[in-house]
């Protein structure tokens, strides 16, 4: 009977309840950054913090509608010209593509070089919502449940924005390519220099060039493919400044990114072609898999020499 | 009337809670936003000295947990940081509500910067984050706003009990 009081004033103690709770967020913590096993939590308590966004997005989607509504005419019809400017200069530039697009499908047919399937994107609209953490992240209205996936490359318009990088039920945050810990393998456009382009803030860097290579302020960036997760030549940066490394083992270099990372509105998600969707599914597929390469032989013939081309790329 | 009265307490906990993290996901301008106090702590700081209760730990380890989720963190980071901030209110509470208004002040801004260094500490841990003064200007925030913070809210507990 004794026993059992003094273990009741424990657990009631002040100082259990910490150590037991502290305890809980370690847990907590290992788990999500080791392997995942806390997204089930997280998906559950996001259903939660979805409220809480609605109602800090509201009033700027009330004042949205209200700008529209109160905006003078003259400006919708100067706003409506320009665009259409700048559609009739798009149709243009896709006209031209149309023939080079032909051209380079021969070039490819005469190489023996795989074809380069076009992007499948979806579309996603940025949460204008202050994030406290010291990374640089912006949330978008999309999560788990339209199957974004931990990793998937997010473009703009002008160009690579970043990855996801944590999913939430209906929301996801995307880490940007100019935060600290932010990585990317990269290209240069005009010598196919290949490296990797570390995050700074406001900008990239190129730290790891060798100095012999050929490289110059007005280089274009392009994402080299490399790793799987963002898929080959989309534009990221500019190279603003170039230099030697303090101990003068190697060059590095500044780029400054295309997009506008401070100013977004609306992101693509970049979906993984149906090939790469086959050769990355895991032992427990392999069913399907077999079932698939008994439906076409040829179909997986274009696989193997897809991947094979990929390589080579 | 007493059991009233602390559910009505309780409500308006979770209020100003509530408040508390919608202010802090407010898109603010950057400048403002470098200077933005973590609201959350400053709410669990009060109530941890208005209750002097340790059921605020549990309180404090659920919003952390949701803004956890908001922002994106590690599942478990502030609500760490809040639990530790609520533990050590909590242990000194009695003593420092007969304290002067300076002391107080002190040793809420000491609070605050403990709550600062546990969350730099995990970000260092989980992805070498290197801390920086600027980090520490949230703090002049709260010391600005943390008398008004505590009288607004004294005021509107007994003007609750009153009616």
Redesign the interface.
């Known amino acids: 009977m004794d026993n059992l009081q003094s273990n009741q004033k424990i657990t009631r103690?002040?100082?259990f309840?910490?150590l037991m709770?502290?305890f809980?967020?370690?847990?907590?913590?290992i788990?999500?950054?080791n392997n995942r096993v806390?997204q089930p939590?997280?998906d559950t308590?996001?259903l939660?913090?979805i409220p809480?966004?609605k109602?800090?997005e509201w009033p700027?989607e009330l004042y949205q509608i209200a700008e529209i509504a109160v905006s003078r005419q003259a400006r919708l019809i100067e706003e409506n010209n320009d665009l259409k400017e700048r559609l009739l200069d798009a149709e243009l530039k896709v006209q031209q593509n149309i023939s080079l697009s032909a051209e380079n499908q021969r070039l490819r047919e005469l190489l023996n070089a795989s074809q380069n399937s076009p992007l499948t994107t979806s579309v996603a609209f940025v949460s204008?919502?202050?994030?406290?953490?010291?990374?640089q992240?912006i949330?978008i209205d999309q999560g788990s449940s339209d199957g974004l996936f931990v990793g998937q490359a997010v473009l703009n318009l002008a160009g690579v924005i970043g990855q996801v990088?944590?999913l939430?039920r209906d929301f996801a945050?995307i880490i940007l390519i100019t935060d600290?810990?932010h990585a990317i393998p990269v290209e240069v456009l005009r010598t196919g220099l290949r490296t990797i382009a570390y995050g700074r803030g406001d900008h990239v860097f190129l730290a790891e060039i060798p100095t012999s290579a050929n490289i110059e302020s007005g280089d274009v960036l392009v994402t080299s493919g490399f790793g799987g997760r963002f898929p080959r030549g989309l534009q990221l940066a500019e190279v603003d400044d170039v230099s030697v490394s303090p101990e003068r083992t190697f060059k590095t270099a500044k780029a400054i990114p295309f997009a506008q990372l401070?100013r977004l509105t609306e992101v693509f998600l970049v979906w993984p072609d149906q090939v790469a969707v086959i050769d990355a599914s895991s032992p427990q597929d392999a069913t399907v898999n077999d079932q698939l390469i008994e439906a076409g032989t040829a179909s997986t013939t274009a696989n193997q020499t897809n991947s094979e081309g990929n390589n080579d790329g | 009337m007493m059991a009233k009265r602390s559910s009505n307490n309780t409500t308006f906990m979770h209020l100003s809670m509530?408040g508390g993290?919608?202010l802090?996901?407010?898109?603010?301008s950057?400048t403002l936003?470098l200077l933005?106090p973590?609201w959350a702590a400053m709410m669990i700081a009060y109530w941890s000295l208005n209750a002097a209760n340790?059921r605020v730990?549990?309180v404090?380890?659920a919003y952390?947990?949701?803004l956890?989720?908001?922002?994106?963190?590690?599942?478990?980071?502030h609500?760490?940081s809040l639990?530790?901030l609520s533990?050590l209110v909590?242990?000194s509470a009695k003593k420092l509500r007969m304290t002067s208004f300076w002391q107080l002040l002190m040793m809420v801004l000491v609070w605050l910067f403990n709550d600062i260094v546990i969350r730099?500490a995990?970000?260092w841990v989980?992805?070498?984050?290197?801390p920086e003064l600027i980090?520490l200007l949230p703090l002049l925030t709260a010391a600005l706003i943390w008398p008004w913070l505590k009288y607004l809210m004294d005021r509107t507990q007994t003007s609750m009990r009153l009616s």
């Open positions: 103690s002040p100082l309840k910490f709770l502290e809980i967020c370690l847990v907590l913590m788990s999500d950054k806390a939590i997280r308590l996001s939660a913090a809480l966004i109602i800090v700027q204008n919502i202050t994030q406290t953490q010291n990374k992240q949330i990088d944590v939430g945050h600290t810990s401070n | 509530l993290v919608l802090t996901l407010l898109p603010w950057p936003a933005q973590h340790s730990m549990y404090a380890f952390g947990l949701l956890d989720v908001l922002m994106g963190a590690l599942l478990g980071k609500g760490m639990v530790a533990f909590t242990k730099a995990i970000d989980s992805y070498r984050y290197q980090d």
